[in-house]
């Protein structure tokens, strides 16, 4: 069996729908020649891209290291070939580990059975702890009888920024949020505006770009338990990048008093309580700050209960028209799930892109240019 390679394929796992703009992310922090694909993007790196990809990557869900692959046609040979790989380049056997395995298209398609023979290999050819509560995560993919094997470096999902304690009513993820917000066209050089921010996950966002803040700063990850770990260069990675202090402020409001309490304590465990401003009112009573016109982004309820559409028609008709009344200039982000309800805004959109798993329903964001 080969030895993990010094270079080899990193996979980092996006939204479903949001590929194209987590590659453009990718691309821009300066990882070379990043690929989108379906689920997530592809690029090539050694384990120091692999902690900075979990370090500095803001729309990524979780960093897979793709560390071997073999043929397996039947569960013997798959016995036989996961006794020989080199698990002990990567895994500890002081650190427990859990399996996860998928099959398509392949011989071995019973996914338990699988994950049994792979288990096993890991606990007596390595001398590991097999438990479904492990940090460290094997995943083996089946495809046309390749069986891929990779590591989730990740551990927590990284929408866990490590600051949200308080979480609203149908919180925005932070990958979601941040992809969203790149969508717009945002990158941190405007000033950002969300009139339903529930417990202020854009405004944070936008915040912590503007003020050159890595997303994974305070939070630990799976591969601080891989052999390939160095505490020293991980150490001064994490330290090589400690934020400025933009000149522009963020601003979030809501109706919901409780909201606004969590947004402001997630803003101060965040950092970025100094240039956030969070407000307790209602839509209708929002006015731009001052400065310059720059980005409203909004996911304003969306309603799932039969008879819930009329009150949310006269809600988003007033956030339109307090939009086109008193943001002129600005440009306009809204992430609903229903095209009817963009459209009783009034607002100018142009029409959306893909639409995008959020909280098992079929989000979709709608742009307009600068308002008149
Ligand atoms: C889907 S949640 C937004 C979640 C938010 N993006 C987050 O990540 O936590 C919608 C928010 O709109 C607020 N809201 C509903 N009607 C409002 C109104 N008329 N004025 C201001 N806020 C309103 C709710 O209190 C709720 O926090």
């Not at 939204?15 to 590659?23: I, S």
């Not at 006269?314 to 306009?332: I, P, Q």
């Not at 963009?342 to 079929?362: C, D, E, I, Q, Y």
Request: glycine share 10%.
């Amino acid at each position: 069996m080969p030895t993990v390679a010094s270079e080899f394929e990193i996979f980092l796992v996006s939204p479903p729908g949001l590929e194209a703009v987590l590659c453009d992310e990718v691309a821009t922090k300066g990882f070379v020649d990043p690929k989108a694909v379906t689920g997530g993007v592809v690029v090539r790196g050694g384990w120091p891209e692999v902690w900075r990809a979990n370090l500095e990557i803001r729309g990524a869900t979780r960093v897979l290291a793709r560390i071997g692959a073999f043929h397996a046609g039947h569960l013997a040979q798959l016995d036989k070939l996961a006794r020989k790989f080199p698990w002990g380049e990567t895994l500890r056997p002081d650190v427990p580990v859990k399996v996860e395995v998928t099959s398509k298209k392949s011989r071995i398609y019973h996914a338990g059975a699988a994950a049994q023979r792979i288990e096993t290999a890991i606990r007596e050819e390595l001398g590991a702890l097999i438990s479904p509560d492990a940090e460290v995560c094997i995943m083996a993919r089946f495809e046309d009888n390749l069986c891929t094997i990779s590591i989730d470096t990740s551990g927590e999902s990284l929408h866990k920024r490590g600051y949200k304690e308080a979480v609203a009513k149908a919180p925005m993820r932070e990958t979601m949020a941040s992809l969203f917000l790149r969508q717009c066209g945002y990158d941190g050089h405007e000033t950002v505006v969300d009139p339903m921010c529930g417990s202020g996950t854009f405004v944070i966002e936008a915040a912590e770009i503007a003020a050159k803040l890595n997303p994974g700063r305070s939070r630990r990850f799976a591969f601080e338990q891989l052999t390939s770990f160095d505490a020293v260069a991980w150490k001064r990675l994490r330290e090589s990048s400690q934020g400025i202090k933009p000149a522009l402020h963020f601003f979030g409001s809501d109706r919901d008093a409780g909201a606004i309490r969590m947004s402001r304590a997630n803003a101060e465990r965040a950092g970025v309580s100094d240039f956030t401003v969070f407000q307790n009112h209602a839509v209708s009573n929002i006015t731009p700050p001052p400065g310059p016109p720059g980005l409203v982004i909004v996911n304003p309820p969306y309603g799932t209960r039969i008879g819930d559409k009329k009150p949310l028609v006269t809600l988003y008709a007033a956030l339109g028209k307090t939009l086109l009344t008193r943001f002129s200039g600005w440009r306009v982000g809204l992430i609903t799930t229903d095209t009817s309800l963009a459209k009783a805004t009034g607002l100018p959109f142009s029409p959306p892109g893909r639409s995008v798993s959020h909280g098992g329903l079929n989000a979709l964001l709608f742009r307009t240019e600068r308002l008149k």
